[in-house]
């Protein structure tokens, strides 16, 4: 399947083949089925009134929220959309880490607020997708103003909508783990959320407990991501499948992320996956969440069948 993606990447369209083909007598993919189709030969239709504010949040630490918000934002300026992300995690700022954009990050929030600079120049524009911009809430190890809260961050939104050279279409707020006070400020600007969240209990637990907090903000918007799935373990009974979670949870499924090596790699380097050349699984997973995210769409959970248990000598005996 993979050779079907070497091919030239632009902004707007990522794969040179459509669904349309597939109608002629002889299809070009032959042995292709219909549904490992990854993408169609056109630009995402962007539903909603611009500028979208999305925030992306957990509750539970080291689910993939700042990987997530990383990879779905670089495939939304692939798409051809302008998009500013905003690291709300002040004590453990880490979304500049991942887009390998740490020594560009001269002022913060907190110096727009103090009146040391504007707000365009805290913005970090990336030199690979000039669409995309980075803004930081604080550096680390550094002590937010007592006032700095929910109004705070959505003076800045409200900023960047209202800005000379133009409203983003998404403004993706990375929010920080756990229910404090600085996921209450995160939350507070965003019409939309991303809930990011692996197939384990502890997760889970905490996801529903920010479902309920989400609503009570009156964000009705919520869709799910499920990340670092594994089919084999799935089959097995070690693991949760994806429709099991979606019950659990009652969300509009956005994306399933399946496990990969390469997110360490890509974070190491500061080169998101979304960007690697062959594709990834797990990247060609977050664009696809972000096509979706766009349309404001959603997938269907598969059932994953079950391997048959082996069965022993003892078994002929009723063992």
């Known amino acids: 399947m993979l050779s079907l993606l070497h091919t030239p990447l632009t902004p707007l ?3 040179s083949f459509s669904p349309k083909t597939l109608k002629s007598p002889k299809p070009q993919f032959s042995k292709t089925p219909v549904q490992s189709l990854l993408q169609w030969n056109r630009k995402p239709q962007l539903a909603g009134e611009t500028p979208r504010v999305v925030v992306i949040t957990s509750g539970k630490g080291g689910v993939g929220k700042t990987t997530t918000t990383a990879n779905v934002g670089l495939s939304l300026a692939r798409f051809g959309f302008s998009v500013v992300a905003i690291d709300a995690d002040v004590g453990l700022r880490n979304l ?4 390998g954009l740490e020594n560009r990050v001269n002022y913060t929030v907190v110096e727009v607020l103090n009146g040391d600079c504007r707000l365009d120049q805290a913005l970090v524009r990336d030199k690979r997708w000039s669409n995309f911009e980075l803004l930081c809430i604080s550096k680390p190890r550094s002590k937010l103003p007592l006032g700095f809260g929910g109004k705070a961050l959505v003076w800045v939104v409200d900023a960047l909508k209202t800005r000379e050279e133009g409203s983003p279409d998404f403004i993706l707020i990375d929010c920080p783990a756990g229910i404090d006070a ?3 400020t995160a939350i507070t600007p965003a019409n939309e959320a991303v809930l990011v969240t692996t197939p384990d209990i502890t997760s889970l637990r905490d996801a529903d407990r920010v479902i309920g907090l989400l609503e009570c903000d009156g964000i009705r918007d ?3 991501m499920v990340n670092r ?4 373990m799935i089959r097995g009974e070690d693991m949760m499948s994806v429709l099991d979670i979606q019950e659990m949870l009652g969300l509009a499924l956005l994306g399933v992320i399946p496990e990969d090596t390469e997110v360490i790699r890509s974070t190491n380097r500061g080169f998101p996956l979304v960007l690697n050349q062959p594709p990834t699984l797990a990247g060609l997973a977050f664009e696809q969440a972000a096509w979706r995210l766009v349309e404001q769409d959603s997938m269907k ?4 069948e079950e391997e048959p248990k082996k069965r022993g000598f003892f078994s002929f005996f009723g063992g």
Do not use: H
Not at 301 to 304: G, K, L, P, S, T
């Open 96 to 99: 500049d880490l991942l887009l």
């Open 13 to 15: 369209n990522r794969f």
């Open 301 to 304: 959970a598969v059932m994953v």
């Open 229 to 232: 799935v594994r089919t084999d």
């Open 182 to 184: 600085g996921f209450i």
């Open 222 to 224: 919520i869709k799910m």
